[in-house]
């Protein structure tokens, strides 16, 4: 079991039943993605960061599941802060410029702005992705999805990759280790030439391994019904109670 799994069914948030978590994450998310707004993406980041340690989620572990998308998302803005024009550069924010023959090459301030805007944007919707999937576990998702009257064969497809992930992990890991102990990593190029080799098998040990789960799944009377768990659902006051503080909060930020 990976350990975001074990974090989503051992945490303090637990007991909480899947609908409020899903709909008070799925509600920031979107209302952080339609206001494009940096201080509601900055509040609904930072209320999704502490809901996520109350939860007793470790900080450390937190960081790290955040470094790597904030790495792409800079890598990604770059281009969008960098300006190209044939003519004069217009405009008295410009932070930098650069002049290659009739190209002008420059950065100012509305990129910048506009940037920046859209990192607190990502950030805030990736931190609203992190308190559903670190504080609820997929099979109370799925089953959530059976009672919204979702396709059961969209509810199997969610299901069968996510089993998928764990095994194209599992599987990568052990060939990594096995090719560690045989110092298959000691330099730049025996590196590459063991990544080449790592990603030919777990290409055919996947689908050998899909294989027998297919024939596993058939030998057993074929694809079913998702039985999810079923968990008496009751009204808590005190999650409606953070839910409208959190909605005023977000109106009252959008609106002033």
């Known amino acids: ?9 051992h945490n303090r948030f637990s007991d909480i039943h899947a609908f ?22 900055f509040t609904v980041f930072l209320i999704s960061s502490i809901m ?22 800079l890598l990604g803005l770059i281009p969008l ?12 924010e410009i932070i930098f410029d650069i002049s290659m ?15 920046f805007q859209l990192f607190m944007v990502s950030i805030g919707s990736i931190s609203c992705l ?18 919204w009257r979702i396709s059961p064969l969209f509810i199997e497809m969610i299901a069968i990759t996510y089993r998928f992930l764990f095994t194209l992990i599992e599987t990568a890991a052990e060939i990594y280790h096995s090719q560690s102990s045989r110092l298959g990593y000691t330099s730049f190029r025996t590196g590459l030439t063991s990544l080449g080799y790592l990603t030919t098998a777990l290409f055919l040990k996947s689908f050998q391994k899909a294989a027998k789960l297919h024939q596993a799944v ?39």
């Not at 939860?55 to 998302?73: G, H, M, Q, S």
């Not at 802060?81 to 008295?92: E, K, R, T």
């Not at 576990?137 to 059976?146: D, H, R």
């Open 81 to 92: 802060m960098v300006n190209f024009s044939l003519n004069a550069i217009p405009g008295s």
């Open 130 to 147: 992190y308190l559903l999937i670190l504080t609820t576990p997929l099979v109370e998702i799925l089953y959530l999805l059976k009672k």
């Open 20 to 41: 409020d978590k899903v709909t008070f994450s799925l509600f920031m998310l979107l209302f952080s993605l339609f206001a494009r707004d940096m201080k509601v993406s």
């Open 101 to 115: 023959g009739k190209l002008f090459i420059y950065v100012d301030m509305s990129s910048v702005r506009a940037a």
């Open 218 to 256: 058939e030998s057993r009377g074929g694809y079913g019904e998702f039985i999810g768990s079923e968990r008496e659902y009751s009204l808590s006051l005190l999650n409606l109670g953070v839910f409208m503080i959190v909605l005023l909060l977000l109106v009252l930020l959008f609106t002033f």
């Open 52 to 73: 996520i340690l109350l939860a007793r989620i470790p900080i450390k572990y937190y960081i790290k599941l955040l470094v790597l998308p904030i790495t792409f998302i």
């Open 1 to 9: 079991m990976l350990l975001i799994d074990q974090y989503a069914y």
